[in-house]
Antibody
Framework: QVQLQQSGAELVKPGSSVKISCKASGYTFTSYDMHWIKQQPGNGLEWIGWIYPGNGNTKYNQKFNGKATLTADKSSSTAYMQLSSLTSEDSAVYFC???????????WGQGVMVTVSS | DIQMTQSPSFLSASVGDRVTINCKASQNINKYLNWYQQKLGEAPKRLIYNTNNLQTGIPSRFSGSGSGTDYTLTISSLQPEDFATYFCLQHNSFPNTFGAGTKLELK
């Protein structure tokens, strides 16, 4: 069965970076897009971007250009998102989600809570 | 960006009730509209994809309809496990955008 296992919660300082992971299993990692989504209470859900692990192609929401960097390691079937220059506005739960072009997001990871605090 | 206006934000209902949740897009999204259920602390679960296609394993009391800019999720007879938050997603164009969510509460 398809599973997306994300890394654990992070407490990070303002101005620093954090890299969170999403390990895929139960399907061919290189055949599906992997998207990343931000969820904040009161701010709803925002799409950050996607990566196609098959060739490393990426597309970002303009709002997150320079903030998020998406990568994928085919050997371990793991997608990563690095967030840089963190501020309190980046405190949120971050999800990875598998998608097909035709039907959108089907499976989601359990989410990673990132807290930015000094 | 396509704006998704979801209504209502909160819905109070009883077991057995029929409820509808709506999403209105700021432009035509060509039926590329999905519905998700999210419970506190859990990953969202897809219920419906591309307007009216039931996700495998989802009970048939969930259905979707719509076209153009207006879309609806219907739960025909609420069950205790259905009390959760629901949101829509348009994946017609980037950036993909979400409705703000509907919290369905037990009356």
């Amino acid at each position: 069965q398809v599973q997306l296992q994300q890394s654990g919660a992070e407490l990070v300082k303002p101005g620093s970076s954090v890299k969170i992971s999403c390990k895929a299993s139960g399907y061919t990692f290189t055949s599906y897009d992997m998207h990343w989504i931000k969820q904040q209470p009161g701010n709803g859900l925002e799409w950050i971007g996607w990566i196609y692990p098959g060739n490393g192609n990426t597309k970002y929401n303009q709002k997150f250009n320079g903030k998020a960097t998406l990568t994928a390691d085919k050997s371990s079937s793991t997608a990563y998102m690095q967030l840089s220059s963190l501020t309190s506005e980046d405190s949120a739960v971050y999800f990875c989600a598998r998608a097909t072009r035709r039907t959108g997001f089907d499976y989601w990871g359990q989410g990673v809570m990132v807290t930015v605090s000094s | 960006d396509i704006q998704m206006t979801q209504s209502p934000s909160f819905l109070s209902a009883s077991v057995g009730d029929r409820v509808t949740i709506n999403c209105k897009a700021s432009q035509n999204i060509n039926k590329y509209l999905n519905w998700y259920q999210q419970k506190l602390g859990e990953a969202p679960k897809r219920l419906i994809y591309n307007t009216n296609n039931l996700q495998t394993g989802i009970p048939s009391r969930f259905s979707g309809s719509g076209s153009g800019t207006d879309y609806t999720l219907t739960i025909s007879s609420l069950q205790p496990e259905d009390f959760a938050t629901y949101f829509c997603l348009q994946h017609n164009s980037f950036p993909n955008t979400f409705g703000a969510g509907t919290k369905l509460e037990l009356k």
